[in-house]
């Protein structure tokens, strides 16, 4: 289970360098949603940088047709920089539903992401569309529910149009995680992962069982990474050492 750390979960608890290095240090193989001015430190250090932002933003997203050739500009453009930097998945959203109907809303992001995908597949990126909660982080986004999101990979019908399957979410909105997983693994190219509730560490005081998740995980036979994003509350060194061994299965 190669593991990678959200770099904005971390951002102005250690300063950049310490924070490579530890992270090094520990075991963790790349970092996520990286400034990109931070870009060639992380490859010098010999780390990956996993993912990148694919378009702006989270509320003006795919489901409106309006936003569709902004869009697909920047996931072009965002689709070579990962390609130069050796990115293999770009985020993309949803966008905030504003009343929109769930089929509505599926049929225009699957539009928007058939515009792209044959470039993502040409380049060797994927995009992958994440789950948020609607609930307490994310009001009114429309892909909060896994059904939403299946329902548009199977349109698109492309192997670079993914999942990112952020758990910590999921849970918020319908529970049922692991029973999840193992229905749809096949369409997960990612996974976030963070304490609930209060998006903190991965530790005993939230409800989550990560070691048994990691297992199902591990089980459906995923070789990608795992993206700890979760905001430290206390020490940032002793979450991420704890984090990284909860979310190493037992046996391998």
Known sequence: MRQDISWWCF???????????????????????????????????????VTHGGHGTIENGMNDPRNHSRIED?????????????????????????????EEGIEN??????????????????????ILNSKVDHRDYQFDRMAWGVRVVELVNSPRVKILYDIYHAQIMEGDIIRTIRAHHDKIAHYHTAGNPGRNEIDDTQELNYPAIMRA??????????GQEFVPKGDPLAAMRDAFERCQPRGG
């Not at 689709?79 to 050796?86: C, S």
């Open 11 to 49: 951002q102005g608890r250690l300063e950049p360098k310490r924070l490579i290095a530890e992270a090094k240090r520990i075991g963790y193989e790349g970092f996520e949603l990286v400034p990109e001015p931070l870009w060639d430190a992380i490859k010098e250090a010999d780390m990956h940088i």
């Open 109 to 130: 992001t699957a539009a928007c992401l058939k515009r792209v995908a044959p470039y993502a597949e040409q380049k060797g990126v994927t995009l992958a569309l994440e």
């Open 217 to 226: 995980i591990k089980e459906t036979g995923y070789t990608g990474w795992i």
């Open 74 to 102: 920047e996931l072009k453009a965002n689709i070579d920089k990962a390609v130069k930097y050796e990115i293999p998945i770009l985020i993309c959203f949803s966008g905030n539903r504003r009343g929109r109907p769930d």
